[in-house]
């Protein structure tokens, strides 16, 4: 089918994965079509735990695509299949992963399936060989639209099958049409593999494989695995369900549930004996959310509260900018305005998890080495009871007393090594010092693993921090949450990281609401968890929620610039930035390193057009180094357009794109700037580059329409301007194009 090839680019100096589709492939003029729609579809996906697609084509016969390199094993290796053998018939039992693992590799996956069927992308062959591990321990899926190349069913013409015999849905074995849901009874497979040690279904055979897909039962995976709680069973059943309709409807709600069941008090199953666990690097997790693009905002009212800003109240924590909200106006004939759909808040995409090395946090590392210690006590005394009687025992009972005591100490010591670490840390992090902070919450997180307040003040920092992802956010959440259901700060900054990732997904945000409701259960004072949930009711358009649960937020705590920030979120969220304008203010003037909250109030400087003060806050952001350059710079770049530097603005511009050479926004921005200036040949590459990185922008369509009409590429130009219509009808500049396409026959 394929060769992948590992080769370096010699421009940006890194090496890349190729993948050359077989040439006899050619020959299939369907082959050609399929191969160049759904690479340009998978290189549009950018999600943490999908592999990145940089670029495709064609020499002669040979179809490539050029990819992400990940440097690592595959989970097939981790589970003990032969190299190779992913599609022999031949029974296996290969090695199983732990619970905790299962959640860190499983639930990033579940995300990752649930991005891409939101962007209309089935995998269509989910399989452990398909599932790469980065040196991080990030699960990466690969190979996204390679099926549907090779074949528009899961059988090819000649009778082969797409997708491997043990991992394919019913629907896909007989033929059928499939959907997002058919990835999510591969992962099932995949999970039940991970949980037992082997699939649900196996033979000598294919086609008895593919026989007990349609109509063999659900196997028990307590019967493979005796340590699993009883509550597993159902999750399976139901992730196996022969008809769709039966199924988890999206792999959120299974990450959902297997979080649940594997994060409750476990109840036993009988069995036999485990089988040996395998013990992978450390693994980073993610929470999911079910892909619907929510309604439209509407209008605001909504004023400052008239109160001195005395910062947090002790207890209280610090919340990052999850980007802002979408500015207004489109571009006219000769003014160039930039879209609602352009700057939403031109935010540092969310990269690839990182974990920094950091291990799974798991209850009893510390008491487990206590309890070893006890054990190699208790054995010595045996031994010295028979050889020397109550005197030896006696002795042996003063090293118990000893030993244990030592243990005691030792724990002790621990205790209040991770408290000062996470004093240290919340000094350093209300001065800025963001990343420093992380090291030490890492660090008392390392003395103190059940500490539930490193975990969630560690949440919050990778959340200021623009290298880290919603998701790691999430994960310490849950770990807090798990360890302290009443902690209401961890609730609340839960829901706000899912709803993140939500905006970021164009997803649906009951998982944050659920989340944030939490948190006000636990404490219906906390202002920070209304705020949070005033955001996410704007989101949802429930306009007048939201502001009833902003004012509900700032009544209780009015100088909380985590409140002040929601509040100012729901106003720019309703389109009013002069009235979001004085909260961002009160907060960064709280907060005054945090380029987090800073990039907030540079947004609504921008889009209120006061673009030297603008500028000023986004050189802040810049020079902080939080992980957010990539934001600064671009907005830096786009306020010196504005203000007519149109050297500066690329400048800044390029800046952006060597740090990060897939932000969309820049490669617009800079496409714009020689648009306007004529530079079309130049301007060109740009805006469809970000049309790639972007393809559900309306406003990056419409340019780069406007850039081929002048170039006279008629065609082309009536494409990408329809592609703006299809995506917003009312786009005024985009009739404006359109007319001026049907004017020369186009």
């Known amino acids: 089918m394929a060769t992948v090839f590992r080769a370096t680019d010699p421009v940006l100096k890194r090496d890349v994965a190729i993948k050359v589709m077989h040439g006899h492939l050619a020959a299939d003029p369907a082959f050609v079509g399929r191969f160049r729609h759904e690479a340009q ?32 094993p595959t989970l097939a290796s981790l589970l003990g299949v032969p190299a190779g053998k992913g599609d022999a018939v031949s029974a296996r039992r290969g090695a199983r992963l732990s619970t905790g693992e299962i959640l860190r590799i499983f639930l990033p996956l579940c995300s990752a399936i649930d991005y891409a069927s939101s962007r209309g992308m089935i995998h269509r062959d989910i399989k452990p060989a398909n599932v790469l591990i980065t040196p991080d321990g990030e699960p990466v899926l690969t190979d996204y639209g390679i099926a549907k190349i090779m074949g528009a069913t899961s059988l090819t013409a000649s009778g082969t099958v797409v997708g491997s015999a043990r991992y394919m849905s019913p629907e896909q074995v007989q033929g059928f049409p499939t959907d997002h849901r058919t990835d999510v009874y591969s992962l099932g497979v995949v999970l039940f593999e991970a949980l037992s040690g082997r699939v649900p279904y196996d033979a000598d055979t294919t086609a008895s494989i593919l026989a007990q897909h349609i109509s063999a039962p659900v196997p028990s995976v307590l019967a493979l695995n005796a340590e699993l709680p009883l509550e597993v069973q159902p999750v399976m059943e139901r992730a196996l369900a022969k008809e769709p309709e039966g199924r988890y409807q999206h792999a959120g709600d299974l990450a959902a549930a297997l979080y649940g069941v594997l994060t409750a008090v476990p109840t036993a199953a009988p069995g036999p004996a485990a089988t040996p666990r395998v013990e992978p690097s450390a693994l980073a997790a993610t929470v999911l959310v079910r892909p619907v693009v929510p309604a439209g905002p509407d209008r605001l009212p909504a004023g ?64 487990g080495a206590a309890v070893a210690a006890v054990v190699v006590v208790a054995v010595v005394m045996a031994v010295l009871l028979t050889r020397s009687g109550k005197e030896a025992a006696d002795s042996t009972t003063t090293s118990v007393a000893t030993g244990t005591t030592a243990s005691a100490e030792t724990e002790a010591a621990a205790l209040r090594e991770a408290a000062r670490l996470i004093g240290e840390g919340d000094a350093i992090l209300r001065e800025g010092g963001v990343e420093e902070a992380i090291v030490r919450y890492e660090a008392a997180l390392d003395a103190d693993p059940d500490n539930t307040r490193a975990h969630s003040q560690l949440g919050i920092a990778y959340y200021l921090h623009g290298d880290y992802t919603y998701e790691q956010t999430q994960m310490q959440m849950m770990w807090a949450t798990k360890g302290d259901p009443a902690d209401a700060q961890a609730w609340a900054f839960l829901g706000l990281s899912r709803l993140g990732a939500a905006r970021r997904d164009k997803a649906d945000s009951s998982l944050a609401e659920e989340a944030c409701r939490r948190a006000i259960e636990v404490d219906d004072q906390s202002g920070p968890a209304h705020g949070f949930l005033g955001r996410v009711l704007v989101y949802q358009g429930r306009d007048d929620d939201a502001l009833v649960e902003t004012e509900t937020a700032l009544g209780l705590r009015p100088d909380d610039p985590w409140v002040q920030t929601s509040a100012g979120w729901v106003n720019k ?7 979001a304008l004085p909260y961002d203010q009160k907060a960064v003037e709280s907060r005054p390193v945090w380029a987090s909250f800073i990039l907030l109030l540079g947004e609504d400087l921008r889009e209120l057009a006061r673009y030297d003060e603008a500028e000023a806050h986004y050189q802040m952001v810049v020079d902080l180094d939080q992980g957010h350059r990539v934001s600064g710079y671009t907005n830096l770049g786009y306020c010196q357009w504005k203000s007519k530097d149109s050297v500066a603005a690329i400048a800044s511009l390029k800046e952006a794109l060597a740090l990060d050479q897939d932000a969309d926004a820049a490669h617009w921005a800079i496409g714009a700037i020689w648009d306007e200036q004529k530079d079309y040949s130049a301007a060109l590459p740009h805006l469809q580059r970000a049309v ?40 005024e500049w985009a009739q404006q194009l359109s007319g001026s396409l049907a004017e020369k026959g186009y």
């Open 41 to 72: 579809a998978v290189a549009a996906l950018r999600h943490p735990n999908i592999v990145k697609v940089y670029d495709f084509g064609n020499e002669g016969d040979s179809y490539f695509m050029v990819m992400e390199f990940v440097d690592g």
């Open 304 to 367: 400052p509260v008239a109160a001195p800003v005395t910062g947090l109240a002790p207890g209280s924590t610090p919340v990052s900018a999850d980007g802002g909200v979408a500015g207004a106006g489109v571009k006219q004939p000769v003014e160039v305005r930039q879209s609602a759909e352009v700057w939403g808040s031109v935010p540092d995409w969310p990269g690839a998890g990182f974990d920094r090395g950091r291990r799974s946090r798991h209850k009893g590392v510390l008491m």
């Open 573 to 579: 969220w309703l389109g009013d930035w002069q009235a």
């Open 692 to 731: 790639d990185l972007e393809a559900d922008n309306a406003n990056y369509h419409a340019w780069l329409g406007d850039c081929l009409f002048w170039m006279e590429r008629y065609e082309e130009s009536r494409a990408a301007v329809d592609a703006a219509l299809a995506l917003s009808p009312d786009f």
